[in-house]
């Protein structure tokens, strides 16, 4: 069984800043890539930002330079951070990863999501 658990969302006014966290733990043999995505009231959830296992990057243009994705291999947590918050930024954040489990199954796992809610 695999576990995502995500911390460091929050109430932050406009302008602010947040850095999220995504630990991945259990029958896990490598992760490739891993990434977030939100999902604002009334709409699709959308990629955020994501990083594969060597580094390489990809972000939604609507946080490009403001937010940051980076990760520990080693401990198989993912981070991103946010600056620059924007009341459009707000929306549940749910920390993805993409990999192979113990039994050689390529599969996608997810975290439970963690609220960031930018005040005006």
């Known amino acids: 069984q695999v576990q995502l658990v995500e911390s460091g969302g929050g109430l932050v006014q406009a302008g602010g800043s947040l850095r999220l966290s995504c630990a991945v733990s259990g029958s896990i043999f490598s992760i490739n890539v891993m990434g977030w995505y939100r999902q604002a009231p009334g709409k699709q959830r959308e990629l955020v930002a994501a990083?594969?296992?060597?580094?390489?990057?990809n972000y939604a243009d609507s946080v490009k330079i403001r937010f940051n994705i980076s990760r520990d291999n080693a401990k198989n947590t993912v981070y991103l951070q946010m600056n620059n918050l924007k009341r459009e930024d707000t929306a549940v954040y749910y920390c993805?990863?993409?990999?192979?489990?113990?039994?050689?199954?390529?599969?996608?796992?997810w975290g439970q999501g963690t609220q960031v809610t930018v005040s005006s």
């Open positions: 990083i594969t296992s060597g580094g390489t990057t």
């Open positions: 993805s990863a993409q990999g192979l489990a113990i039994a050689m199954v390529r599969d996608t796992w």
